[in-house]
């Protein structure tokens, strides 16, 4: 479907950490997206060389398998082929400055209007790619309309573009502020998910209790499936709870991006501090 007259196709980038991070979170709102004519990007910054609990594998085969998943799961949202930074699974942080630089790249390249990430002030995320990734994410808006800033890329003939909103994907500790219906699309993020098969097979215990990730019969893996499904229903109806008026949802928080800060800094300095406390 193309964007209606009144809207432009939107370019939109979810910029994850590990090659199954969106699948769980933002896949019904990129489907729905795609379909609605807007272009879609998924930008993997691990390769996420040890999401598997097998001894019998090399990393280097991980990431093969988990490459060859991401982009099954991408033809299945409709996005464009995944754009795959490479970087080793859990070494984001050591990485910061070069990652930051090449998503300012690609936020020009692609100019993109919207990034999808992780929030990175979220309290006990514990995963360090987690942090790291929405931090590098979040950095890479604020700062990609600077022209002083790796100047180096418009020497190439880039201009300094910037997204217009982050939305931080959730589990987040804001109050979403952005809810996504994705009732229409709900069976596409449930196949997208499945395209993450080594995933599936680790994670088989969330979706079934006691299920032997190692064991692959058929009604196994029927089971596994049927799991993930009433997994990612569970979650989706806990999101449409913040709203009441769609049945099944992904829920955002949304900030507006201005140079070198979200829209939020300068509205700190606007709105009625009622319940704040003034001291003179
Ligand atoms: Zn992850």
Known sequence: MAPSTSQRALSIAAVYAHPDDGEFFAAGALARWASEGHRIYAICATNGD???????????????????????????????????????????????????????????????????TFDPWKQYEVHPDHMEIGRAASEAAA???????????????????????VWFMMPSDRRPNRIVDIEPTFDTKVKSLLCHASQMEMLAPWFVPGADPTRTDPEQRRAIEQGARAFLHHMARGAARWTRKVKLAEAYYALRVGPGHFEDFASTFKKPTRDAEILR
């Open 143 to 165: 700062f990609s309309c600077f022209p002083l800033h790796h100047r180096e890329h418009l020497q190439g003939g880039l201009e300094p573009k910037q997204p217009a909103e």
């Open 50 to 116: 040890l999401g598997t609990k097998r001894r019998d594998v090399t990393r280097e085969e991980v990431a093969r398998t988990r490459a060859d998943e991401l982009a099954a799961a991408m033809r299945t949202i409709g996005g464009e082929p995944p754009i795959l930074l490479g970087y080793a699974d859990g070494t984001l942080r050591e990485h910061a400055s070069s990652l930051r630089e090449r998503l300012v790249r690609l936020y020009r390249e692609l100019a993109l209007d919207r990034i999808v």
